[in-house]
Nanobody
Framework: VQLQASGGGLVQAGGSLRLSCVASGRTYTSSKMAWFRQAPGEERAFVASINWSGGSTVYADSVKGRFTISRDNAKNTVFLQMNSLKPEDTAVYYC?????????????????????WGQGTQVTVSS
């Protein structure tokens, strides 16, 4: 699976952004997908995940109620709608995919959970 993320940018606190990640490769529709983020000087951290059908999602506590992950399998695309953005959301956002047990989402997620990674898109939230 090859992944291409886009949609990042500069936004004021309280604003919204929608990230997209287009996947290519025949295993996309049988893969679970996720978004991670990495702020300067910090480790890459889990944000949200969605199973292969879109029927199950998991979120990091820091984004619950503000971010929504979704997918359109007809367009091979996963989205991250980010509302009520805060300066602490500033980071490079990465999409990831994994074909192993695509119906199942882990509650404890690390970078090792996902095999395929996109190149990242910068999100900057000004105060």
């Amino acid at each position: 699976v090859q992944l291409q993320a886009s949609g990042g940018g500069l936004v004021q606190a309280g604003g919204s952004l929608r990230l997209s990640c287009v996947a290519s490769g025949r295993t996309y529709t049988s893969s679970k997908m996720a978004w991670f983020r990495q702020a300067p000087g910090e480790e890459r951290a889990f944000v949200a995940s969605i199973n292969w059908s879109g029927g199950s999602t998991v979120y990091a506590d820091s984004v619950k109620g503000r971010f929504t992950i979704s997918r359109d399998n007809a367009k091979n695309t996963v989205f991250l709608q980010m509302n009520s953005l805060k300066p602490e959301d500033t980071a490079v956002y990465y999409c990831a995919a994994d074909p192993r047990q695509p119906w199942r989402l882990e509650l404890v997620v690390t970078t090792q959970t996902y095999s395929y990674w996109g190149q990242g898109t910068q999100v900057t939230v000004s105060s």
